[in-house]
């Protein structure tokens, strides 16, 4: 499966931004999907993650109630909304595929390129 990301950008504290990440390659909806970020000097970090039909998700505290995983099996893509943004998400935001609905980031087969997301304060 190919992954690319897009929808990164500068965006001021409170707003929101919608990534959006398309796969080829692959039937789509064989996968589960998710969405890491690593910001500078930390490690990479589980964002939220989707199953194959849409559910189940998951998403890790520092994001629930701001960010919302999505798909739309028709399009092959993933999206991930993202509002009431904070400094602290700042960070390369990468859209990954796997088997099942995991949390670790060495249990998905499939990575995208990455897109840098930037919150001012």
């Known amino acids: 499966v190919q992954l690319q990301a897009f929808g990164g950008g500068l965006v001021q504290a409170g707003g929101y931004l919608r990534l959006s990440c398309a796969a080829s390659g692959r039937t789509f909806s064989n996968y589960a999907m998710g969405w890491f970020r690593q910001a500078p000097g930390k490690e990479r970090e589980f964002v939220a993650a989707i199953g194959r039909n849409g559910y189940p998700t998951s998403s890790a505290d520092s994001v629930k109630g701001r960010f919302t995983i999505s798909r739309d099996n028709a399009k092959n893509t993933v999206y991930l909304q993202m509002n009431s943004l904070k400094p602290e998400d700042t960070a390369v935001y990468y859209c990954?595929?796997?088997?099942?609905?995991?949390?670790?980031?060495?249990?998905?087969?499939?990575w995208g390129q990455g897109t840098l997301v930037t919150v001012s304060s």
């Open positions: 990954v595929a796997g088997r099942a609905l995991y949390t670790k980031s060495s249990e998905y087969d499939y």
